[in-house]
């Protein structure tokens, strides 16, 4: 496993639409296992791919010892509501935070690194995350959504 190269604000890789997996082959398991690498690195809770010059749809969270890390390839959002006001970093954006508003629950559907489907329902920090790493799939940055 390596240490990748978080790219950072003013990269174009970060505004660009990532494509779907659609074959989860060893070259996204090498990546998957290099992101986790690299995010406990940077001391961070979530990289998205996009994050190290790949433009595809993956991204991994770890934000407590509960759940362990998490990969998602391909996440669909399913369902949100509520409301939660915080303070949001992100390693594309070093050394910078903000308050962000965003759901307070999240309902999201993908595939594992062994290319299960599962969904998982997240309230709190869970659901910041995961909306915060879905977005990198779409070229958005948690400073676009600062009031």
């Not at 070093?94 to 599962?118: I, M, Q």
Request: with cysteine.
């Amino acid at each position: 496993m390596a240490i990748r190269t978080i790219r950072t604000m003013g990269d174009d890789v970060l505004r660009k639409k990532c494509k779907e997996v659609t074959e989860i082959t060893k070259r996204e398991i090498t990546l998957i296992n290099d992101m986790v690498d690299t995010m406990f690195e940077a001391n961070g809770v979530g990289l998205a791919a996009p994050q190290v010059g790949i433009l595809k749809r993956i991204f991994v969270i770890d934000i407590d010892d509960e759940n362990g890390t998490m990969v998602f390839i391909n996440p669909e959002i399913l369902e949100t509501s509520g409301t939660q006001c915080g303070e949001e970093g992100c390693l594309s954006v070093p050394g910078e935070f903000s308050e962000v508003e965003r759901p307070n629950y999240v309902k999201v559907k993908a595939l594992n690194e062994k290319g299960e489907e599962f969904i998982l329902e997240g309230e709190g920090l869970l659901a910041r995350a995961i909306l915060h790493e879905n977005d990198h799939l779409d070229g958005v940055l948690y400073v676009d959504l600062v009031k």
